[in-house]
């Protein structure tokens, strides 16, 4: 028999931890449950294996929201500037992620 409490919890995990594979959907995971040590561990090896500019700015770009929610703002902002650094090279100039990033710096 079907739960339908437990299949809306399931969708809105789905939709909420999209991601371009199942550690990136972890990471996030932990992160929006407030497991930020497991989170940060996450993300430091998938940053240590990352294989592109793309992956790891992005990957820096999470950090910088943990620390955030941490409220870690100086570390928030050394990683939202990695990210930055890394996206101004590989997008264009007018990019939403760029505005994104630009946006995250100056709250």
């Known amino acids: 028999e079907s739960d339908p409490q ?3 919890l399931t969708d809105y ?3 909420e931890v999209q991601g371009s594979n199942g550690w990136y959907r972890m990471g996030k995971l932990m992160l929006q449950v ?4 497991q989170a940060e561990e996450l993300y430091n090896e998938l940053l240590n294996g990352a294989s592109t500019d793309s992956n790891r700015a992005f990957i ?3 950090l910088a929201i943990m620390k ?3 409220g870690k703002y100086p570390e928030a902002v050394e990683f939202y500037e990695k990210s930055l650094k890394i996206y101004e090279q590989i997008r264009s ?3 939403p992620e760029l505005a994104s990033t630009y946006n995250n710096i100056g709250l």
């Not at 407030?34 to 040590?37: N, P, Q, V």
């Open 6 to 8: 437990l299949a809306g």
């Open 13 to 15: 995990i789905k939709e």
């Open 34 to 37: 407030g497991h930020f040590d």
């Open 60 to 62: 820096y770009h999470m």
């Open 68 to 70: 955030n929610r941490q």
């Open 93 to 95: 100039p007018n990019d």
